[in-house]
């Protein structure tokens, strides 16, 4: 196959305890009826979970699909996650209560707990007034007084709490102790794994009434009790009137920007890796011909490679997340 193009996806919805609506009013999801929907996982390559491209010649084949045949096309320079798979797990979030304290484990932990390392980061598109998040640990809180506070029910006070808005964003290294709050909706842009071990849940019960259960050894080996009082990613957009950007994260799994373009500008991206792009509000085409595609709010699309550069245009004034996974300097683990 030697033309590849735009590529959207049908996102995968996932029943949440904690979810809502939100994502069918704010993004048009069709969500289906009468259940509370905490994700849509909008570009996912994860075991009997692959994403199913929706448009162009290649409607019906999935991520796997292209990984297993194209990987070298989709990926250009960026590396696989393990089993070859896509490096990203892309999401959006609707939090209407509290998640779970947890944590995710790091590389030199992962392989021993028989878990995935995970590094993630949120941007926050809606946020209820009073919302917060909860990232690292307060100052003077050690392993063991922490240890200590779970035992007792008071973890709560040892973890560090941030208020959130809109156009916030946070990144969480895998390590970081960490808890989204509610009244909250985010992007999520992750490494491709499904660990999450959660250390403490607001002694509340579960669905069944009963307490959920929780993996306090495994937490406890991978939190990283240096993390004291993270702050929000703390960059602006540069002041271009006509394309202006946000460096967000540059971290050696992935780099994430924020870009905000005047209404009618036309411009090419370039790039020599994979390039997933997710509007935050606004209109945007991108492509040509027939295989172009016009994206909106909540809408991600991914940008194989072997394209090299696609020409943009903003159909709206409109912004943008656009994510890129790197090139791993060591194999990453197991």
């Known amino acids: 196959m030697s033309c590849f193009y735009p590529l959207l996806f049908q996102p995968r919805f996932k029943e949440r305890v904690w979810g ?20 849509s996982w909008e570009i996912s390559d994860r075991p009997g979970e692959a994403s199913v491209i929706a448009n162009g010649p290649l409607a019906g084949r999935d991520l796997r699909w292209l990984m297993e045949h194209h990987a070298a096309e989709i990926l250009g320079a960026a590396s696989p996650a393990p089993q070859g798979r896509f490096p990203l797990l ?61 035992a007792a029910g008071t973890a709560a006070e040892c973890v560090h709490r941030l208020p ?36 403490f849940d607001w002694n509340r019960p579960g669905l069944d009434g009963r307490p959920r259960e929780l993996h306090v050894k495994e937490s406890l080996a991978c939190i990283d009790f240096a993390d004291v009082e993270p702050s929000l990613i703390a960059s602006r957009y540069s002041r271009s009137a006509s394309v202006a950007v946000r460096y967000l994260v540059d ?26 792009l997710g509007v935050i509000q606004g209109r945007l085409r991108a492509g040509g011909g027939q295989t172009a595609v016009e994206l909106q709010a909540g ?16 159909l709206t004034r409109v912004e943008y997340l656009l994510a890129e996974p790197k090139a791993l300097t060591a194999p990453p683990a197991p």
């Not at 609506?21 to 009468?34: G, I, S, T």
């Not at 995935?116 to 941007?123: D, I, L, N």
């Not at 971290?251 to 997933?276: E, I």
């Open 20 to 39: 809502g609506r939100n994502l069918e009013r704010l993004y048009r999801k069709a969500l289906p009826p009468h259940v509370p929907i905490g994700e």
């Open 90 to 150: 892309v999401k959006i979030l609707d939090a209407q209560d509290v998640l779970s304290l947890q944590v995710h484990p790091p590389p030199s932990q992962a392989a021993a707990l028989g878990g995935e390392p995970k590094t993630e980061m949120w941007y926050f598109t809606e946020c209820q007034p009073g919302a917060c998040i909860y990232a690292g640990l307060k100052k003077g809180v050690s392993r063991e007084d922490f240890a200590r506070h779970l």
């Open 164 to 199: 959130v808005q809109a156009g916030d964003a946070m990144f969480l290294p895998s390590g970081r102790l960490h808890a989204l709050g509610a009244g909250c909706v985010l992007f999520e842009i992750q490494q491709n794994s499904d660990t999450t071990y959660r250390v």
């Open 251 to 276: 971290d050696p799994v992935f780099m994430v920007n924020a870009c905000r373009v005047r209404r009618g500008q036309r411009f090419y991206l370039r790039f020599g890796a994979a390039q997933v």
């Open 299 to 314: 809408d991600f699309c991914l940008l194989p490679a072997a394209l090299e550069r696609v020409p943009l245009e903003a």
